[in-house]
């Protein structure tokens, strides 16, 4: 089993920074790609980005140039750095992992319980 934690949300007012964390534990062989989606009330959960162990990264274009995805990969740990922050950023913000439990089959994904980001006007 794999669990994934985050942490790093709260609630910040438009213009400011957070930086939210993503920490994977359990048995685990690798890790493949890891991500960052969230979900704003009413609406369905989306992409914001994501990076592959390789570190090749993928943005929403709402977020190209104010957030900054990385990852530890000996920590299996991935980080999110939002800057330049705006009220629709607002939402439940979730990581999640492509993991190998094995050295053979394929990764299974795997979700965190979600941390909550809300940007005030």
């Known amino acids: 089993q794999v669990h994934l934690v985050e942490s790093g949300g709260g609630l910040v007012q438009t213009g400011g920074s957070l930086r939210l964390s993503c920490a994977a534990s359990?048995?685990?062989?690798?890790?493949?790609?890891m991500g960052w989606y969230r979900q704003a009330p009413g609406k369905q959960r989306e992409l914001v980005a994501s990076i592959s162990r390789g570190g090749s990264t993928t943005y929403a274009g709402s977020v190209q140039v104010r957030f900054t995805i990385s990852r530890d990969t000996a920590k299996n740990t991935v980080y999110l750095q939002m800057n330049s922050l705006l009220p629709e950023d607002t939402g439940v913000y979730y990581c999640?992992?492509?993991?190998?439990?094995?050295?053979?089959?394929?990764?299974?994904?795997?979700w965190g319980q979600g941390t909550q980001v809300t940007v005030s006007s």
């Open positions: 359990g048995s685990i062989f690798g890790i493949d790609a």
């Open positions: 999640n992992a492509a993991a190998r439990l094995g050295p053979a089959g394929p990764p299974y994904v795997y």
